[in-house]
């Protein structure tokens, strides 16, 4: 059977969504798969709604932009407020509950990360939250296998980052081990 | 799970963009920063020096375009990347790359205008400017991909026609498909169709006439060339007023793209003999058409499309054809209605032609919405 998995991650400018979705869109591609990743932000450079969406598929990938997802991944409340109706029923929430401090009522299953507290206690800055998140996103979808997607991060932070942000994946994959 | 090949990337539109130029042998290029075009001139800015290539942040866009005439006069493939407002401003230099013959390369990708508009957000409101622009009576030849793979393979065609035809290229992107990332297989360079223009032989005096497409030489090179946006003749001599000289260049400028529109045209069809219903799409909006169409046929719609890679000079033929088979034309668009009328034109009432536009915040047609589209006219047949 095909497999396939629509994945939103949103949050504000700033927080690094769109490089969460670029990594784990690369890491699929490393992996043997199809992914498309779209983004979408504010004119503004920090603060705005922002948004990053991947489609990763064994099979030709159509339209690029995701409808219901699978996995709904948000590091604002302003986000998890405006795209939890996107979520499909069966679907997952991941939820960094640093950021984001009511979650609905909902029978989907929801992982709750402190990903931004932690992000400031282990790596001395929130900004790594979305490695943490993307590391926890990684297990849930278990598509991409970890080393593609370490390879894929390597490639897509500073240099100088590049321990701290692989750390960081590593630390939101061991949230759900 | 198979094995990724070495040479299949997960690239974004714009690189892929940038990487095409290069291996469709572009050594220069210049730009001013915009959304959602500016990691096309990130990338050049990267990568060109490595080649042995030019890359120059300009002072505007009307400058960006300038130059890149210039260089292309020089004896360079040269290329600017700019969204609707940029390119609104290299109107004027584009119209004096058509009248001097100056192959070169002018990506727009689309955002919600006009003006500023929403500067992020996706859009296909330059259809007609990419077309009719610049001012005068001339012919352009625009591209529109789809897909990261064709901003690569895309850009690499829109060099290879500005070099065979002499003239300017527009590569017509959108937002979407510039900042899309996805998996593209590289071609290896050997394997890479490269066309490039056709140089003087000794002797030789007449640049601008005789020949459909006449050698360019360049600057330096001892041909005493003259390059003017006034009327000229075969020389390049200025001739102001005889009315002759102007209708006898301006005629050829035209022909030398309306006679080849056959070679020019790029498309993807499908199902067009048996349709009742078609889809006629082009650029980020086709992407909705393959699970519409698929949702369409399981309830017995007898359902065919084109997709156009090559918008301008526009397929006449090959719409009408279109236009005879089918009974309705259903024509999406993230504007309000452009391409649609060049499509009722030339179906000229064989065919019923039905705009589905959409515009603001970037959102595109969904699969949903061209089906529910498709299943209503659909229904009105019955």
Same mark, same amino acid.
């Given at each position: 059977?095909?497999?396939?998995?629509?994945?939103?991650?949103?949050?504000?400018?700033?927080?690094?969504v &769109?490089?969460?979705?670029?990594?784990?869109?690369?890491?699929?591609?490393?992996?043997?798969?199809?992914? &498309?990743?779209?983004?979408?932000?504010?004119?503004?450079?920090?603060?705005?709604?922002?948004?990053?969406?991947?489609?990763?598929?064994?099979?030709?990938?159509?339209?690029?932009?995701?409808?219901?997802?699978?996995?709904?991944?948000?590091?604002?409340?302003?986000?998890?407020?405006?795209?939890?109706?996107?979520?499909k029923?069966?679907?997952?929430?991941?939820?960094? &509950?640093?950021?984001?401090e009511?979650?609905?009522?909902?029978?989907?299953?929801?992982?709750?990360?402190?990903?931004?507290?932690?992000?400031?206690?282990?790596?001395?800055?929130?900004?790594?939250?979305?490695?943490?998140?993307?590391?926890?996103?990684?297990?849930?979808?278990?598509?991409?296998?970890?080393?593609?997607?370490?390879?894929?991060?390597?490639?897509? &932070?500073?240099?100088?980052?590049?321990?701290?942000?692989?750390?960081?994946?590593?630390?939101?994959?061991?949230?759900?081990? | 799970?198979?094995?990724?090949?070495?040479?299949?990337?997960?690239?974004?539109?714009?690189?892929?963009?940038?990487?095409?130029?290069?291996?469709?042998?572009?050594?220069?290029?210049?730009?001013?920063?915009?959304?959602?075009?500016s990691?096309?001139?990130?990338?050049?800015?990267?990568?060109?020096?490595?080649?042995?290539?030019?890359?120059?942040?300009?002072?505007?866009?009307?400058?960006?375009?300038?130059?890149?005439?210039?260089?292309?006069?020089?004896?360079?493939?040269?290329?600017?990347?700019?969204?609707?407002?940029?390119?609104?401003?290299?109107?004027?230099?584009?119209? #004096?790359?058509?009248?001097?013959?100056?192959?070169?390369?002018?990506?727009?990708?689309?955002?919600?205008?006009?003006?500023?508009?929403?500067?992020?957000?996706?859009?296909?409101?330059?259809?007609? @400017?990419?077309?009719?622009?610049?001012?005068?009576?001339?012919?352009?030849?625009?591209?529109?991909?789809?897909?990261?793979?064709?901003?690569?393979?895309?850009?690499?065609?829109?060099?290879?026609?500005?070099?065979? #035809?002499?003239? %300017?290229?527009?590569?017509?992107a959108?937002?979407?498909?510039?900042?899309?990332?996805? @998996?593209?297989?590289? %071609?290896?360079?050997?394997?890479?169709?490269?066309?490039?223009?056709?140089? %003087?032989?000794?002797?030789?005096?007449?640049f601008?006439?005789?020949?459909?497409?006449?050698?360019?030489?360049?600057?330096?090179?001892?041909?005493?060339?003259?390059?003017?946006?006034?009327?000229?003749?075969?020389?390049?001599?200025?001739?102001?007023?005889?009315?002759?000289?102007?209708?006898?260049?301006?005629?050829?400028?035209?022909?030398?793209?309306?006679?080849?529109?056959?070679?020019?045209?790029?498309?993807?069809?499908?199902?067009?003999?048996?349709?009742?219903?078609?889809?006629?799409?082009?650029?980020?909006?086709?992407?909705?058409i393959?699970?519409?169409?698929?949702?369409?046929?399981?309830?017995?719609?007898?359902?065919?499309?084109?997709?156009?890679?090559?918008?301008?000079?526009?397929?006449?033929?090959l719409?009408?054809?279109?236009?005879?088979?089918?009974?309705?034309?259903?024509?999406?668009?993230?504007?309000?209605?452009?391409i649609?009328?060049?499509?009722?034109?030339?179906?000229?009432?064989?065919?019923?032609?039905?705009?589905?536009?959409?515009?603001?915040?970037?959102?595109?047609?969904?699969p949903?919405?061209?089906?529910?589209?498709?299943?209503?006219?659909?229904?009105k047949?019955?």
């Amino acid at each position: 059977m095909t497999q396939r998995v629509e994945v939103r991650i949103s949050g504000l400018g700033g927080q690094g969504v &769109v490089l969460a979705g670029q990594i784990l869109g690369k890491a699929a591609v490393y992996s043997g798969r199809n992914a &498309v990743q779209t983004q979408s932000y504010g004119s503004e450079a920090r603060g705005s709604a922002a948004k990053s969406e991947v489609i990763i598929s064994d099979s030709k990938i159509g339209f690029p932009a995701v409808r219901k997802c699978d996995v709904l991944v948000t590091l604002s409340q302003t986000a998890l407020d405006k795209h939890f109706k996107d979520l499909k029923k069966g679907g997952v929430l991941l939820v960094d &509950v640093s950021t984001v401090e009511s979650i609905p009522e909902t029978k989907v299953k929801v992982f709750k990360i402190p990903a931004t507290e932690t992000a400031k206690k282990t790596f001395g800055a929130g900004i790594y939250a979305n490695m943490i998140m993307l590391g926890a996103l990684a297990r849930i979808i278990n598509l991409v296998n970890d080393k593609a997607m370490e390879k894929a991060i390597r490639e897509s &932070v500073p240099e100088k980052t590049v321990e701290a942000n692989v750390n960081a994946f590593n630390t939101g994959l061991e949230f759900l081990t | 799970m198979t094995t990724t090949k070495s040479n299949t990337y997960f690239w974004q539109g714009n690189q892929a963009c940038a990487e095409g130029a290069i291996a469709a042998g572009c050594r220069f290029f210049a730009g001013y920063p915009i959304t959602p075009a500016s990691e096309i001139a990130a990338h050049m800015a990267k990568r060109l020096p490595q080649v042995g290539g030019i890359a120059i942040q300009m002072e505007d866009e009307l400058a960006s375009v300038g130059v890149a005439i210039g260089a292309s006069w020089a004896g360079a493939k040269a290329m600017t990347a700019t969204s609707g407002p940029g390119f609104s401003l290299m109107q004027e230099f584009i119209g #004096y790359a058509f009248i001097t013959e100056t192959p070169c390369v002018i990506v727009d990708a689309q955002r919600a205008g006009p003006s500023t508009g929403q500067a992020t957000k996706c859009g296909q409101g330059d259809v007609m @400017q990419s077309r009719w622009g610049t001012h005068g009576d001339y012919s352009a030849i625009v591209l529109s991909p789809n897909s990261v793979e064709e901003m690569f393979t895309l850009t690499v065609r829109a060099f290879n026609l500005a070099e065979e #035809y002499r003239t %300017p290229v527009i590569l017509l992107a959108d937002e979407t498909i510039a900042h899309m990332r996805e @998996q593209i297989t590289v %071609p290896s360079s050997d394997s890479v169709n490269v066309i490039n223009r056709r140089k %003087p032989r000794a002797g030789d005096k007449a640049f601008f006439g005789l020949e459909e497409v006449p050698p360019m030489p360049a600057v330096g090179e001892g041909f005493n060339v003259a390059v003017t946006g006034s009327t000229h003749d075969e020389y390049g001599i200025r001739f102001t007023a005889d009315p002759l000289v102007h209708k006898k260049l301006v005629e050829r400028l035209n022909n030398k793209i309306r006679n080849h529109v056959e070679e020019i045209s790029d498309f993807e069809d499908y199902n067009i003999e048996g349709c009742q219903i078609a889809l006629l799409v082009y650029g980020c909006t086709s992407r909705a058409i393959y699970e519409a169409v698929e949702k369409a046929e399981a309830k017995g719609i007898k359902i065919g499309y084109i997709r156009l890679k090559t918008i301008w000079p526009f397929p006449e033929k090959l719409v009408r054809k279109l236009a005879e088979k089918a009974e309705k034309i259903i024509v999406p668009e993230m504007n309000l209605g452009q391409i649609c009328y060049e499509v009722e034109r030339v179906a000229n009432g064989l065919a019923e032609v039905i705009p589905l536009n959409k515009i603001g915040g970037g959102e595109l047609i969904t699969p949903e919405e061209l089906l529910a589209k498709i299943l209503r006219e659909a229904e009105k047949n019955e």
